[in-house]
């Protein structure tokens, strides 16, 4: 949510952030990242769900598949992924722990094909977090408290007035992070205005 169009412009060194790095993230860094255009106006977060292989958690090969590091070898379902170079600036993982591989101030790789808001090619100017997770399971506790502090934290320092999934950004192209996520919740978490959500589809 935008305060004030000074908010993207004040210091980023304070104790939630340190330049385009959250303090409270593991730091990544993944090579899979670009420059956004000039001028680019980051004022939507995109929310994804990701597992690897789907719906095994707690292992390590998301961030390997960021990082350009994944065996490919490692698992039939990683036959389907081979060669891709794609990331998010941020991953929640089931226990809560935050995981940061771009600078928000970098373009990350996570939307694809996509349009909101008016616009398109929505890495230009969104900032990607990539919950643990399947199209269809729940997400838990920790990962919506450290969800909500994080949008709190962005807010504070990027015009953020929307917040959507990629199955709003790319409709029937993307499904995540899906039914099981809990907009709701995360609406009455956030208490911002009610236009930054989601609308369903057709509204
Ligand atoms: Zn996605």
Redesign the pocket.
């Known amino acids: 949510m935008a305060e004030s169009a000074e908010a993207s412009s004040r210091p980023m060194n304070d104790d939630r952030w340190q330049g385009g790095w959250h303090r409270a993230a593991v730091r990544r860094d993944s090579p899979n990242f670009g420059p956004r255009p000039a001028g680019a106006l980051i004022d939507l977060i995109?929310l994804?769900?990701?597992s690897l292989p789907p719906g095994q958690y707690g292992g390590d090969a998301v961030a390997a598949l960021f990082t350009n590091t994944l065996d490919w070898e490692a698992h039939p379902y990683f036959q389907s992924i081979r060669g891709l170079q794609v990331s998010a600036h941020f991953f929640i993982r089931r226990d809560g722990v935050l995981w940061q591989f771009v600078d928000v101030g970098q373009r990350a790789w996570?939307?694809g094909v996509s349009c909101y808001r008016g616009r398109v090619q929505c890495n230009d100017d969104s900032i990607g977090i990539?919950l643990e997770g399947l199209e269809g399971d729940t997400f838990t506790p920790a990962q919506y408290a450290t969800l909500v502090q994080l949008c709190t934290d962005l807010a504070q320092h990027y015009p953020v007035a929307h917040i959507a999934g990629?199955e709003h950004i790319a409709p029937g192209r993307?499904r995540?992070?899906g039914p099981g996520f809990d907009w709701p919740h995360l609406e009455q978490q956030l208490a911002w205005s009610h236009a930054c959500f989601p609308r369903p589809a057709g509204g």
Do not use: L
């Open positions: 995109v994804h769900s990701i996570h939307a990539e990629h993307k995540d992070p």
